[in-house]
């Protein structure tokens, strides 16, 4: 075995645990039957990862009680709405768990506060008067003791009833990111006077009695792990502090980290489970690609030369090599989050020394996070997550030639799924190389996982015997010498390309960023959408100089158009690389060093030795309207049928190559 570390038992209190992997802890939301128990959906979840070897299911939040914040019921399961239920949806989930070898802690969650999304509750409670962190003008009052005793209370209720279901431990949820259980813990979020308030003691006071409680009705016996961030990088409400940025802590900081940590392991926790971060900075609990891999590690290791008990990490820590290192010097277990959404089989690919054949996460949060609200998670790049036994993939009755034309996600999943299900399956690529725009939107070094996806892709069809066949088109004329029963259309799009009146040569970012010599030392970038954003902070981080000029109000398409963690950090990052910004204004001219914009207040000219665009992409779906009307059935997906993210591509190829 090549990571001996990673696959060697541990112990958390007297519970044995067959290997140094956990499933990281996240929200199950949309996965709740009416009266708060698991539906099957999310028992299914669970336990395809534990059957591929992953030692200690951690599930996710799981409402310790509703009624306080007045939580949407059927959104987020909860323990104590229906006790029997919960047993009954859990106790056999648990069963099957047991029978990998693997063992399940239920994280027990106090609720939001004052990170409440809008939509999920209609009482804002918080430890003090605080503001909402998504939208300020919601305040959130100050708890009663008897709703904090009650809510303490439904804490140590729910570890009751998780011993009954068979769970072999819990978490608390949490010290850690800001939630409800952590406004009491930090000083920026709790001005109270009474024995909750004030000195470190007291703010701890609430997780601290959660704890003993536990342990006085469960049993010494019976292990409590505690999700735990060791500092919080908050530069203030709705402000964070970035890796490489130097500023004052407005939360926790990491001596009073260590502080609270010893206090919490004296008062009984098992385990700590850490990371950093809090909804104001809310991209370090959520890494978007930007952050390096393992970004965790370096708390992980103040944390285990600080306290005796295990502490688990997460924070990309997908890598075996990078996870391998950690234990011991960093951590005692590795936490596994969105990797596991990704691949459930990551582990036992991991233990097998077949880690080119792990699907990877993007860190987009697309397909996970950004669908909170609209439908029940799950990920970009695995449409079965979360649905694994309803949305399989089966063996076709029927087996037939099926031709894909384009090798972008959609072409390249539609060819996976296609041969899993037996048919023979051609794929067309008219390029010397597959990937599609997937190659161009890799090229920035923080879009590693892009690349990776494509390597994930190109390992799989490899495996499969997928025929393949580069620089080759295919025509109205020719396409029936092909003899398909079936014709996937997964062409793609290409970049919008617009020419600026003047002196200067208009580069579309494609060719920028396939091949960045060709950008000098003061960039101008015309069009402010994802594309153009990304690419200016790549540009800033090999040492150019970079003004991005968009014409609407705002960039990116303002904080609703991405998953709101990596929208944050993206801004926050290009403001700390000091990339001048231009909205509602247009390009008017180029001179031979510079450019002329214009926007309400006037005319500027801008320093600029290489002007590109960014403007958007376009549909490449030609060939598809010369063809869509042949009898042999023509079906167009991904971006070739409408341009968005990566997200519907992937999902629509394997929706439609499925039921092929």
């Not at 001005?191 to 469960?218: A, F, H």
Request: glycine share 8%; net charge neutral.
């Amino acid at each position: 075995m090549k990571y001996q570390k990673l696959f060697s038992p541990i112990k958390i209190g007297k519970v044995e645990i067959k290997n140094r992997y956990s499933m990281a802890p996240m929200g199950p939301v949309g996965y709740s039957t009416h009266n708060g128990a698991y539906d099957q959906r999310l028992q299914d979840y669970y336990v395809e990862r534990a059957k591929n070897n992953v030692g200690l299911i951690i599930t996710g939040v799981t409402l310790a009680e509703w009624k306080l914040e007045g939580i949407v019921k059927s959104i987020i399961p909860s323990v104590t709405i229906n006790p029997a239920a919960f047993i009954y949806s859990t106790y056999s989930m648990n069963e099957r768990i047991h029978a990998y070898g693997a063992k399940s802690f239920l994280q027990i969650s106090g609720g939001f506060g004052r990170v409440s999304m809008p939509g999920i509750s209609s009482n804002p409670v918080s430890a003090s008067d605080n503001k909402n962190r998504f939208e300020p003008e919601i305040q959130h009052r100050e708890m009663t003791i008897e709703e904090i005793h009650e809510l303490r209370d439904n804490f140590i209720k729910s570890a009751v009833i998780a011993k009954q279901a068979g769970f072999d431990g819990v978490e608390i949820h949490a010290v850690h990111e800001g939630y409800l259980l952590d406004q009491f813990t930090i000083a920026f979020y709790n001005r109270r006077n009474d024995e909750y308030g004030g000195s470190l003691e007291n703010r701890l006071r609430l997780p601290i009695e959660i704890v003993k409680g536990i342990k006085k009705y469960c049993g010494e016996d019976f292990p409590v792990s505690l999700r735990f961030s060791l500092k919080s990088f908050t530069k203030d409400f709705g402000k964070g502090i970035l890796p490489q940025e130097e500023a004052q802590e407005k939360g926790r900081d990491i001596e009073e980290g260590i502080k609270a940590a010893q206090m919490l392991e004296k008062a009984g926790y098992d385990a700590l489970n850490a990371d950093v971060g809090t909804y104001d900075s809310w991209y370090w609990n959520h890494p978007p690609m930007y952050f390096e891999d393992g970004m965790y590690r370096k708390y992980g290791k103040i944390l285990k030369e600080n306290v005796n008990i295990p502490v688990i990490l997460a924070g990309r820590m997908d890598n075996p090599q990078i996870a391998e290192e950690a234990i011991d010097d960093s951590c005692d277990m590795i936490g596994l989050g969105r990797p596991l959404l990704a691949d459930p089989e990551i582990v036992e690919k991991i233990r097998t020394d077949r880690y080119d054949e792990v699907r990877p996460c993007l860190s987009c949060h697309e397909g996970c996070m950004g669908r909170m609200g609209k439908a029940a998670i799950s990920c970009a790049v695995n449409p079965a997550c979360g649905r694994e036994e309803i949305y399989g993939i089966n063996p076709a009755a029927i087996k037939k030639t099926v031709l894909i034309i384009g090798s972008g996600p959609a072409g390249l999943e539609s060819a996976r799924v296609s041969k899993i299900r037996g048919h023979k399956v051609i794929l067309v690529e008219k390029d010397s190389e597959l990937g599609g725009n997937l190659r161009i939107s890799g090229a920035p070094e923080f879009k590693r996982y892009d690349r990776a996806l494509v390597n994930y892709y190109k390992r799989q069809l490899e495996l499969l015997g997928v025929d393949i066949r580069l620089n080759e088109e295919v025509t109205k004329d020719n396409i029936e010498s092909y003899k398909a029963d079936e014709i996937i259309y997964a062409a793609g799009s290409k970049p919008k390309k617009i020419e600026i009146k003047g002196e200067q040569k208009t580069y579309p970012a494609d060719e920028i960023l396939l091949d960045i010599n060709k950008a000098k030392e003061n960039i101008v970038i015309v069009g402010g959408g994802l594309v153009g954003c990304e690419t200016a902070l790549w540009l800033t981080q090999h040492g150019k100089k970079v003004t991005i000029v968009e014409m609407l109000d705002q960039i990116a398409g303002g904080p609703k158009s991405l998953p709101f963690m990596n929208y944050q950090m993206l801004m926050e990052l290009l403001a700390f690389n000091k990339v001048k910004i231009y909205t509602k204004s247009q390009v008017k001219e180029s001179k031979k060093d510079s450019i002329v914009i214009a926007n309400e207040d006037g005319e500027k000219e801008i320093k600029c030795d290489t002007l590109m665009t960014s403007v958007g992409y376009y549909a490449e779906d030609k060939l598809y309207n010369e063809i869509k009307d042949i009898k042999t059935p023509v079906h167009n997906i991904g971006d070739s049928r409408q341009v968005r993210k990566i997200m519907p591509s992937i999902w629509e190829a394997y929706e439609v190559c499925r039921t092929l």
